[in-house]
């Protein structure tokens, strides 16, 4: 199996994953954080909902720089508007795996800086497993403990999960 082809099956294994824990925000605790350092539960689903553009970016340039970035953090308006911001970022992502061309593309390398200072240089497949993929799934976990402190039943994502389990 390609490269391309294995970053397409982790993403589409993946997205049903993120769509399942979306699907469970609830919009009357959007401003709801478990610590002052914390992300709100809304801005923390938001994030995750737009974390697949980080494979276009990956894709489309071979640098990123945060500090000419213009980046405003937003939180969704409701689930409907949560699941339609994951939608479109996964579905551009999915149109970019795949309209690469071969797996030489993937090899090449990517950068992300802040101004003069690096953060990450690696190939543009391992920095979509790291910047979309690793990202999204650590920040799931993340939301995963928001919905158990809020108890909301956490939908399993790799299996039953203690509130799918049946006894």
Avoid: C
Wanted: no cysteine.
């Amino acid at each position: 199996m390609s490269t391309k082809a294995h970053l397409i099956s982790d993403f589409e294994q993946e997205s049903k994953s993120t769509k399942r824990i979306l699907e469970r925000v609830d919009f009357s605790k959007v401003d709801w954080k478990p610590h002052d350092k914390s992300m709100t539960f809304g801005r923390l689903a938001t994030h995750i909902a737009e974390l697949p553009i980080w494979t276009n970016r990956i894709l489309e340039a071979d640098k990123f720089d945060f500090a000419t970035a213009n980046f405003t953090p937003n939180v969704a308006r409701d689930l409907e508007d949560l699941l339609q911001i994951f939608e479109t970022h996964y579905s551009n992502a999915m149109k970019a795996l795949n309209a690469v061309e071969n797996d030489e593309k993937l090899e090449g390398n990517w950068t992300a800086v802040r101004g003069d200072i690096p953060v990450s240089s690696d190939s543009k497949r391992n920095s979509i497993r790291h910047w979309t993929l690793h990202h999204i799934i650590h920040h799931r976990g993340q939301l995963s403990v928001y919905l158990r402190l809020l108890n909301i039943p956490v939908p399993g994502l790799y299996g039953p999960s203690a509130d799918e389990r049946r006894s």
